[in-house]
């Protein structure tokens, strides 16, 4: 990836990434972090981001995986708590050896292999992958667990309040889609949440648990072989149509034009 002009943007899919040259500077909401040569750079989900200040040279070699994919490859390694979500933004550039520079390239190239290898299913590419994965992720928390900084973390009420909204979004947004719910379960008013979640990453509440229906949706029609009936039953609406106008209204196209647009 070269980066040629300022461009900032909020970033659902979690990357993980090495700085190869050059030099530029990571902003993470309010947090400003140079990034030069042998830097790996972890950026975890639904955080606000722009890389400025980008040397003409800038470039990087990265993964990048859904939220979804995220969420499954730490399921089985221990909980995301707010102390380590906080404890890696404030910790997403870090210096490595040119020897460990040259392994987490290997790393990467392996991982893009395994993902474009041929496999006899979808299923079996998805645990392939996941299993890199979690080696990655592994030694990202033993490093946390094993740094004294990470008790001296730091977070606000608000920056909390905003974690424990995507926590919730993740786990009823099929079921629930309103504000209200989640502003109920946090037991602040709709309206503070919409204020909070907006001044920390740019979008608004209801933004965000669209954008989790979204991606599920996507991922369920890349699924060749479901059709369009399972999809609507698997993420709850009440039927073809509805889901049909949903998805155009936030895709900007209709389901079945989405699924032809992947396969074609």
Not at 108 to 123: H, K, M, Q, S
Not at 125 to 151: C, T
Request: glycine residues 2%; positive net charge.
């Amino acid at each position: 990836m070269r980066i040629k002009k300022e461009d900032a943007t909020v970033l659902t899919h979690p990357l993980g990434g090495i700085c190869l040259c050059g030099t530029a500077v990571l902003n993470i909401f309010s947090f400003k972090m140079k990034v030069a040569r042998n830097n790996i750079i972890v950026i975890l989900p639904n955080q606000l981001v722009s890389v400025t200040e980008a040397s003409s040279d800038f470039s990087m070699r990265y993964f990048k995986i859904s939220e979804l994919m995220f969420q499954e490859t730490l399921s089985v390694l221990w909980r995301m708590t707010p102390d380590f979500f906080f404890y890696m933004r404030n910790h997403a550039v870090y210096h490595v050896t040119d020897e460990e520079a040259e392994s987490f390239q290997r790393y990467c190239n392996f991982l893009i292999t395994r993902a474009n290898r041929p496999v006899p299913t979808e299923d079996f590419r998805r645990e392939n992958i996941l299993q890199v994965l979690r080696i990655f992720y592994w030694e990202l928390y033993v490093s946390y667990k094993e740094n004294p900084e990470a008790q001296k973390t730091k977070y606000s009420h608000k920056e909390k309040l905003v974690y424990d909204f995507f926590c919730l979004v993740l786990e009823h947004y099929q079921k629930n889609s309103e504000v209200t719910f989640y502003a109920d379960k946090l037991n602040v008013s709709p309206k503070y949440l919409t204020m909070v979640v907006y001044s920390l990453t740019g979008r608004s509440a209801k933004s965000w648990i669209v954008e989790y229906m979204i991606l599920e949706i996507k991922a369920l029609l890349r699924n060749c072989s479901l059709d369009i009936k399972e999809v609507v039953s698997r993420t709850k609406f009440p039927n073809q149509s509805l889901l049909s106008r949903f998805f155009r209204k936030y895709a900007g196209m209709s389901p079945t034009e989405y699924r032809n647009s992947i396969y074609i």
